[in-house]
């Protein structure tokens, strides 16, 4: 197996209209596809698809019980745990400093977890990976 990066992450959703307004309009995520039952979040590398959960099935389970995190990284935390607070987007974690950077994470309309990460660089940047460095949920 040659596996060369991750595609998209897939959020199976409760309100395919409702995921899409916070994704886009709060979050402004943009739109990169829209199909009847799909969207794909994001312009470069991997995108984040939402997809309606199963209409027969319950939709069980947020990510605070099974441990999925979406990670984003922001370039200035504050002011985007502010905006979101004033959106109504619920806080789940607020804003914690550890040596590599800023995190919060917040909830989107089906609880999954989302954490927002601010990279710290000071003048030891050179040790910053270019990757997501964010922080779990515990």
């Not at 886009?24 to 997809?51: A, F």
Request: hydrophobic share 35%; charged share 25%.
């Amino acid at each position: 197996m040659n596996i060369k990066r991750i595609g998209n992450v897939i959020l199976a959703v409760k309100d395919l209209d409702v995921s899409i307004t916070f994704y886009h309009e709060t979050l402004g995520m943009p739109i990169k596809n829209e199909r009847r039952n799909w969207v794909d979040l994001g312009t470069t590398g991997s995108v984040l698809s939402l997809h309606p959960a199963s209409i027969t099935a319950p939709h069980a389970g947020t990510s605070i019980d099974n441990g999925i995190l979406i990670g984003l990284t922001v370039g200035d935390l504050d002011s985007a745990v502010d905006e979101l607070r004033a959106k109504g987007v619920k806080i789940y974690r607020d804003i914690q400093e550890r040596e590599a950077g800023k995190n919060a994470i917040v909830l989107d309309p089906d609880e999954y977890m989302i954490s927002l990460f601010e990279p710290n660089f000071s003048n030891e940047k050179d040790k910053q990976t270019g990757g997501y460095v964010g922080f779990t949920p515990q």
